[in-house]
């Protein structure tokens, strides 16, 4: 009876060991599992995470937007004044968006800052002693949103420092869409550059007027204007970025507008 009772408990912790492996391998197994399934998970996760976040407009809502099937509805808010400030690889700009004058050429432009459309887009065009242009996504003078406009015309025509939507000579007066231009100088000789375009009707689009103070950053810019006197700026000028500030006001003031050569 001793034997046979030593041999059932022998038997027994045999089981027992058996078990207890059994039970260790299939934990082993369930861990190399989990590892394997989180090794391919948490990337996908991730991935997941960062798609959504660019859908929904995440990290600020900064990634450039630059196609769109529609113009913009209008959003400006009333007794607000707006002003834009474009921060350039030639530094800053400050322009005050004539909101009173020409509300749905000023929405359109705070539309597209708004999207990022102009970070990192160029001045593509610099013509001596009038202009400088800029706000083409193709960066060769044919590129736009996906939409046009017909934007306000300034009632007293364009001055130094004004800003307003370039266009073809083949389009209606105030025809607008992302390309805009500054202009930088007072006309060198009577009919040419600024006193060209300050015929009756006027064809540009009005946006707003530079803060005096910024005037000579677009001149700045303006001085880069190649050999042929209209073209390319011998140096690469970035836009990178446009911010749209706006504040309360009880008299939506008006600015004086600019004007450009063609898209």
Do not use: C
Not at 130 to 142: A, E, L, R
Not at 230 to 252: M, N
């Amino acid at each position: 009876m001793a034997k046979q009772a030593k041999r059932e408990r022998q038997k027994l912790n045999r089981e027992t060991r058996r078990q207890a492996e059994l039970a260790a391998a299939r934990r082993r197994r369930q861990w190399r599992t989990g590892r394997t399934i989180a090794i391919f998970a948490v990337p996908l996760v991730i991935l997941l995470v960062v798609f959504q976040l660019r859908s929904s407009g995440g990290s600020g809502g900064s990634e450039p937007q630059r196609s769109f099937s529609k113009p913009p509805a209008q959003t400006l808010k009333p007794d607000t004044t707006y002003t834009a400030t474009i921060d350039t690889s030639q530094g800053k700009m400050v322009v005050n968006l004539d909101a009173s004058a020409a509300p749905k050429s000023v929405n359109n432009f705070v539309f597209l800052a708004r999207k990022h459309f102009y970070d990192g887009l160029t001045f593509h065009r610099v013509a001596k002693n009038f202009v400088i242009q800029g706000g083409d996504p193709k960066g060769d003078g044919s590129g736009g949103p996906g939409y046009k406009i017909q934007a306000e015309t300034p009632p007293n025509g364009y001055q130094v420092g004004s800003v307003a939507w370039a266009k073809s000579q083949q389009e209606q007066p105030g025809t607008a869409s992302s390309q805009f231009f500054v202009v930088t100088s007072p006309a060198p000789s009577p009919g040419q550059g600024l006193d060209a375009i300050n015929q009756q009707p006027y064809q540009y689009g009005i946006i707003g007027n530079m803060a005096p103070d910024s005037l000579a950053v677009a001149q700045k810019i303006g001085a880069l204007a190649p050999a042929s006197g209209d073209g390319k700026p011998t140096k690469k000028v970035t836009i990178k970025k446009v911010t749209i500030a706006e504040a309360p006001s009880s008299t939506a003031g008006s600015t004086t507008p600019a004007a450009p050569p063609s898209s």
